[in-house]
């Protein structure tokens, strides 16, 4: 799998990047904790700190968009396809709409740490892409899309090398699987690894 000895050749260098993002990891944990403690709807601390780990400050969001988006979280919903309509209804700062696939994803993560995130690094390395030209064919991409990356990324954490990695970055980061799940460690080594590729 090239996927592996992408990330294996690299490894060092990946590692040297997360130990620069010390205090993103740090944030995550924070994230976790708090949704785990519920009421995210009335907590501005957890959505501060949610919005800048997730860089939806800088994405053109509306106040709207994004109570909308705290309550889907809240409610714990898991359809992705019913995630992605609702949030599509609601227009960005300049108008328009948009199919919020990665931010969808993220929601996904926070309700369930063992679902990955799809973001615009995760797909260049796993050469994943959206595709169509309207609302449905691009929701039906992002379905197809993200099942894809299930799989892989079933297939990336039970490999043996793989495996090792996420180890040792349990042992550098001092986190149990209380604290961190495999499946969010390789999210943060894959967007390392995307980071050292831009």
């Not at 294996?8 to 990891?25: A, C, N, P, Q, Y």
């Not at 949030?87 to 931010?103: C, E, M, T």
């Not at 993560?109 to 799809?118: E, F, K, S």
Request: hydrophobic content about 35%; proline content about 2%; some cysteine.
């Amino acid at each position: 799998m090239n996927f592996v000895k992408n990330i294996e050749d690299d490894k060092e260098m990946i590692f040297s990047k997360l130990s620069s993002r010390t205090k993103d990891i740090e944030r995550y944990f924070y994230i976790k904790k708090q949704y785990r403690k519920g009421n995210i709807q009335n907590n501005p601390e957890f959505q501060r700190v949610y919005k800048k780990f997730y860089a939806m400050n800088a994405a053109g969001l509306t106040p709207e968009f994004l109570k909308e988006y705290f309550r889907i979280l809240s409610n714990k919903e898991i359809n992705l396809k019913k995630i992605l309509k609702k949030l599509y209804k609601i227009p960005r700062r300049r108008g328009d709409r948009a199919v919020h696939f990665s931010f969808s994803t993220k929601l996904l993560h926070t309700i369930n740490n063992d679902l990955p995130i799809y973001d615009k690094l995760v797909g260049k390395f796993l050469n994943l892409k959206i595709i169509g030209k309207n609302k449905i064919d691009r929701i039906n991409s992002c379905n197809e899309a993200y099942g894809k990356l299930k799989r892989l990324y079933n297939e990336l954490i039970n490999n043996r090398k793989i495996k090792k990695i996420i180890l040792e970055f349990r042992e550098k980061f001092n986190c149990g699987k209380e604290k961190i799940s495999d499946t969010k460690i390789l999210d943060f080594v894959i967007w390392a690894k995307g980071q050292l590729e831009k």
